[in-house]
């Protein structure tokens, strides 16, 4: 719209080109706009002969494609340009724009932030390609700080090498966060240990987790983000030691599937021995963790109950888990999750999942056979599997409301109950009228074994000793931190400072007002003073227009020397 905007009035140019309109700029081409290519080089050859040359040194943000690119970069120099962001390309065509573009050469030697997005064909392996094209990035951006780099649409990630060792290990000291996707662990081991040894922040997406060698205690990284798409099986081997290097981490975020056998889940007494113990300055754990376990001997797994209880035990009150009821062919399953759950991908589900509220996850995958119900948000239907699983991409149907209910088998399920069944604690709604209840708690109406506390913005178990459990969460030191902080931050109204207005108060307010709106609108005093009188008569029950006097003496004074 920019462009259709400027030179048709210099009133109009005032706003459009105003610093804060034209700060951060985005000339990516929509996928269903491509094929009217003439009209887009129209528009952006107006863009570049009208309009940037006014606007140069006002642009700090740019996000170009293909497309616009050689009609954006180049063209003007952006002196306040801070970030850059370079998406749709495919690795061949950037490596051309890198290794022939000098003014983005140029470009990239100011600029602190670059965000790299690119896609790659499952038939093209251009791992060369893509290692020029990241030490590039490193060699021309001395002052870069903040780096994004993913390739998407694609089963092979980025492979880092030894080949760019020599060329990147001197120029990376200024970048401090990361954003990648890899291919193995190792390549992640290799930024940590060799390449970028100052980064602070690192959040990565590793397609495979297995063996390594590498190892070296990483004092400098303060927050760390790792996902994986696939299971693994190096679990203790690999990333239990990598975690335990980071001492000085104040944030951590984990998405993985851990495949064990013969062994038990994952939960929170594990996690709290093996890692999060060697992070005393940790205050945010952010996790989805999926344990799939193969197992051929009798073994006992916890249950929900069990594994929620292992978390509240060290202070994470704010989870939720669900676990298969029964082996199936010698597997099991158990899901274990923060609240509220953040991340945008719900792996690896199963039909014992119990529903919840997901409003950012946009893909779900899901094994063995299985259905989806939901009342208005999902409409998905059955999904059979076998061996392989099948993914299922998503959009809500609103941005508010999103939940999952249970997921069943197409089939009824037959349980046998036993005489002797346990018996679980149901959320009682008169329990919200209790006077040390009623500024936290609230009914979780996905599931009647859970409480909602809207002061840790999650639930918590009731189960196995209903108030008792909730008494216990009072008390919790998280709970106790988050209430305090609350108390603290509420704000109160601006009439709270404010004395209630009197009587004569209001009235010479009213008074105000009805003069204003004459000399507003241009009417007569002789009319205000009729309008006076109608209104005693209309509102006879009104103390102000019962009271109200304003003839057209007064009403002239207090336009005059007043209004």
Known sequence: MLYSLVNVNQRLDRVVLDPLNVQYLDFVTKPFNIRNLSIHAQIFHKMRENILPRIKDKVKKLTVDPISMKFILGVVRYSQLYSLSLIDYKPKILLQYFSN??????????????????????????????????????????????????????????????????????????????????????????????????????????????????????????????????????????????????????????????????????????????????????????????????????????????????????????????????????????HVYSLPYEFDDFLFMTNCFQGGRFDKVRKILIIEAMAIHSSNQLDIEIIEEEESSTEVEYEPATASKNSISRLSSDTTEKKTISSKSKRYCKFKKEWIKISKYASFLQECRSNSSLAYCCVCKSNFSIANGGKYLIDRHLEQGNHKRLAAIEAENKSRSMFDFIDPPSKLTSMVAAELTLVYHGVRHEHSYNSQSCTVDVSKKLFHDSTIAKNISCGRTKARELAVNVL
Do not use: Q
């Open 101 to 334: 573009d000098t003014s983005l050469h140029l470009l990239m030697n100011r600029i602190t932030h670059m965000n790299v997005e690119g896609f790659l064909d499952d038939n093209e392996l251009l791992v060369e390609d893509e290692l020029n094209i990241f030490a590039m990035i490193l060699s021309f951006s001395r002052c870069l700080i903040d780096l994004t780099y993913r390739m998407h649409y694609s089963r092979k990630y980025f492979r880092m090498s030894s080949l760019i060792i020599s060329n990147t290990c001197c120029l990376s000291n200024a970048l401090t966060k990361l954003t990648i996707y890899v291919n193995i662990f190792d390549d992640c081991l290799y930024l940590l240990n060799v390449s970028l040894e100052y980064l602070s922040t690192l959040i990565i997406r590793i397609n495979k987790i297995d063996l390594s060698s590498l190892s070296k205690k990483l004092f400098k990284l303060k927050y760390f983000t790792l996902t994986t798409p696939a299971h693994t099986r190096s679990y203790n081997e690999e990333l239990v030691p990598l975690l335990c290097r980071m001492l000085n981490l104040e944030e951590l975020t984990l998405c993985l599937s851990v495949v064990r056998n013969n062994s038990t889940y994952v939960d929170g007494d594990e996690l709290y021995d093996d890692v999060l113990k060697y992070m005393p300055r940790l205050n945010k754990f952010t996790f989805n963790i999926h344990t799939y376990v193969s197992c051929y001997r009798s073994i006992d797994l916890p249950s929900n109950i069990d594994i929620r209880n292992s978390f509240i035990r060290r202070g994470c009150p704010s989870i939720d888990a669900w676990t298969d009821e029964k082996f199936i062919l010698s597997r099991n399953n158990c």
